[in-house]
Structure formats: structure tokens, C-alpha cells
């Protein structure tokens, strides 16, 4: 079976691997979508992202890479059920499933207090899955079963979405607020599409490539800026006197800053991106604000999946309050994905969400 692993940065490999087999409390997924994230993207650019690495300066030793790599890819997994286990009851042959691959070692202390998405462990469930591949086994658990009115191009979305949503839970986003999004790549255009899910009052948005911003807008943004041409924060205090909330989606020093200098005094700026390197603010943007600068990382899961921001990703498009389809720009084969990432990585493309359909 082919898969496609990472070899080292830049080196991405359609390898030909010996499919898994089914043991108790698995099941098999035929592969029919999955996403290119973010993520992945850091990974081709700069070698295996570890989740959690404080000691390591947030990144993993080159001296250690073996250890790691080759890695197998792609996480935003959706298809269809072809063989389950021993043990599962509730998942059977031709259910339609996208994969909640957050998993637990309920051990820790972060599991011990149901915060199964920080698990200790919790090292690569999701970012080291095989996902671009005809076949994926996964733990019966992972599969969450795809509403009807769902198509699976759509639910490959839910983990991205998941992403999104904790994050506009995490700053508490109502009818009365106002956001900034600095940043419309999916997760971005995912913040975007849930603060207007959860019926922000207005959503504006900084962002230099024009494709975004055309999704932006589809998605349910009412002012979106091109940073390139006008000062968003200028903009966005002059027309807001600060906004209620703001998401930094783009991982680098200017908007992190910017998010912070868009919000209102005493009111919560949110990290949803994954940053290659360390960047400098000025804390007295916090202090002297009273602001909150909080970090948002993945979404729940374990035994807390059902509640989850990714089952809720999937019942807002069921109830269509959520229409993700602006945010896919390309289906490619599986043979297509080096030139997909490629093409990914290139700032001036306007590809948004490239879908593998292996
Ligand atoms: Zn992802
Ligand atoms: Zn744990």
C-alpha cells in the first residue's frame, strides 16, 4: 500500500508500506479525504514538530531525528468503515467516519482532570497518523461517525474546525462582541466561520492573499483587510475603539502584536498558530491592558470526544450553520501530495485547503 511519509524536511515520500491489520477494539478506514494542515506544512519546512517541548526550545534536536522520522502524515482523515475488530459494537462495515485522533493515556494529570488534549503523552497520536494512505486503522474510539447530511469531503474538515472552534470558545465569543482575526488560513477562516456561527456582532479580518480574503468573506467576515494596503489595527481601533476578541492565526511577530493592539482593554487575545521561531512582544501590551493572551491547542477528546469542538465542527455543518466549501481550493491524487505541499508552502499561492483523496 502506498503512504506518504516525511523524510526529512523538504523530503516528503510516497512509501510502500504493509497495511496494518485489524486487532480488537480497532477498525479500518477506507480513505476517501484527507486534509493538508498547517501543520503538516511546518513539518516539510522545518522537520518533526514536537507538541509539547519546552526544554528543547520548542523544537526536536536534528541529533534526535531519527527517532522520529520517517514519520507518516495527514490526520484530516474522513471515509468509510471496511473492517472493525473484536470488541466493537458500536462501528460496523460501510459507516461513514471522520477521526477524533486525540487520544489519552488517562494516567497523567492532565487526563486525570479531563483535560485529555494536553495529555503528557499525548505526542503524536495526531500528527504522526497515516492518513494519506488508501487504508488507516485507528482505535474504534477515534471514528465518529459522520452525520447523513455530511459529505466526507466536508467532514475531512471537522479537525481543522475543531481547531477553530476551541479557540472562539476559548475567548468566549457572544452576540455582543466584536472580533479581529489576524491570519484567514483554514484556521483562521475556521475562527471566522464559528464567531459568526456564534453570532459575533462583527467579525473583521487582516489578511495579505486575496483568495483568503475572498473565503473570508464567504465564510462570514464584514470587514476584511488587506494588511499589505491599509493598517488593520489603525483601522479596526478607529472603526471599533477595540475590539472584544482577537485570534492570531498567522504565527508571526507583527500579528501577534496586532491581535494584541486590536483588543479592548481587559479582553482576550487567542494563539491558534503554530510559530517556527520565537518572536518578541512587548508585555506592557498584556500588563498595562489587562489583557489576556491565551494559548488554544487542538480540541477535546478521549472520553470527552462526543462533547467535543470536533463533534461540534460536524453538527454546525449538518445544521448548516457552518458551509466550509470556500475554504477547499483542490482535490489532488495521492501521487500529487510533494507537489501540493510545494505549492502550499509558496506564499504568493492562493490554495487555501488542499483535500488528498488517495
Ligand atoms: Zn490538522
Ligand atoms: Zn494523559
Known amino acids: 500500500m502506498d503512504a506518504v511519509y516525511l523524510h526529512g524536511p523538504g523530503d516528503l515520500r510516497i512509501d510502500d508500506v504493509e497495511p496494518r491489520a485489524v486487532s480488537a477494539g480497532t477498525v479500518a478506514v477506507d480513505v476517501e479525504y484527507t486534509g493538508i494542515c498547517g501543520t503538516d506544512l511546518h513539518e516539510y519546512e522545518v522537520g518533526p514538530v514536537p507538541i509539547r517541548a519546552e526544554g528543547t526550545d520548542h523544537s526536536i534536536p536534528e541529533t534526535e531525528w531519527d527517532e522520529y522520522l520517517p514519520k507518516p502524515m495527514g490526520h484530516e482523515v474522513a471515509g468509510t468503515v471496511s473492517e472493525v475488530g473484536n470488541d466493537v459494537d458500536d462501528l460496523q462495515a460501510g459507516d461513514r467516519v471522520t477521526l477524533n485522533m486525540v487520544a489519552a493515556c488517562h494516567d497523567c494529570r492532565y487526563c486525570a482532570t479531563g483535560k485529555y488534549h494536553l495529555c503528557e503523552r499525548g505526542d503524536g497520536g495526531v500528527v504522526s497518523s497515516r492518513g494519506f494512505a488508501d487504508r488507516i486503522v485507528v482505535p474504534s474510539s477515534m471514528a465518529v461517525p459522520v452525520p447523513d447530511d455530511v459529505s466526507l469531503r466536508h467532514a475531512a474538515l471537522a479537525e481543522p474546525l475543531g481547531v477553530s472552534l476551541r479557540g472562539v470558545r476559548r475567548a468566549g465569543v457572544g452576540p455582543t462582541d466584536r472580533v479581529a482575526v489576524f491570519g484567514a488560513g483554514p484556521?483562521?477562516?475556521?475562527?471566522?466561520?464559528?464567531?459568526?456561527?456564534?453570532?459575533?456582532?462583527?467579525?473583521?479580518?487582516?489578511?495579505?492573499?486575496?483568495?483568503?480574503?475572498?473565503?473570508?468573506?464567504?465564510?462570514?467576515?464584514?470587514?476584511v483587510l488587506d494588511p499589505t494596503d491599509v493598517d488593520a489595527v489603525?483601522?479596526?481601533?478607529?472603526?471599533?475603539?477595540?475590539?472584544?476578541?482577537?485570534?492570531?492565526?498567522?504565527?508571526?511577530?507583527?500579528?501577534?502584536?496586532?491581535?494584541?493592539?486590536?483588543?479592548?482593554?481587559?479582553?482576550?487575545?487567542?494563539?491558534?498558530?503554530?510559530?517556527?521561531?520565537?518572536?518578541?512582544?512587548?508585555?506592557?501590551?498584556?500588563?498595562?491592558?489587562?489583557?489576556?493572551l491565551v494559548g488554544s491547542f487542538g480540541f477535546q477528546g478521549g472520553p470527552l470526544a462526543s462533547q467535543s469542538e470536533f463533534t461540534a465542527a460536524l453538527e454546525l455543518i449538518a445544521d448548516e450553520r457552518i458551509d466550509p466549501e470556500p475554504m477547499i481550493t483542490e482535490t489532488v491524487p495521492l501521487d500529487s501530495v510533494g507537489s501540493a505541499f510545494e505549492e502550499l508552502r509558496d506564499p504568493s499561492s492562493e490554495q487555501i485547503k488542499v483535500l488528498v483523496e488517495p
Open 187 to 223: 484556521i483562521g477562516l475556521g475562527v471566522i466561520a464559528g464567531a459568526a456561527a456564534a453570532g459575533a456582532r462583527a467579525i473583521y479580518v487582516s489578511e495579505p492573499r486575496a483568495a483568503r480574503r475572498e473565503a473570508a468573506t464567504a465564510l462570514g467576515a464584514d470587514v
Open 234 to 292: 489603525e483601522y479596526i481601533q478607529r472603526e471599533t475603539d477595540r475590539v472584544e476578541a482577537a485570534f492570531e492565526c498567522a504565527g508571526t511577530a507583527t500579528t501577534l502584536t496586532d491581535a494584541l493592539r486590536s483588543t479592548a482593554y481587559g479582553e482576550t487575545v487567542v494563539v491558534l498558530s503554530v510559530f517556527e521561531e520565537e518572536v518578541p512582544i512587548h508585555p506592557n501590551d498584556i500588563m498595562q491592558a489587562e489583557r489576556e
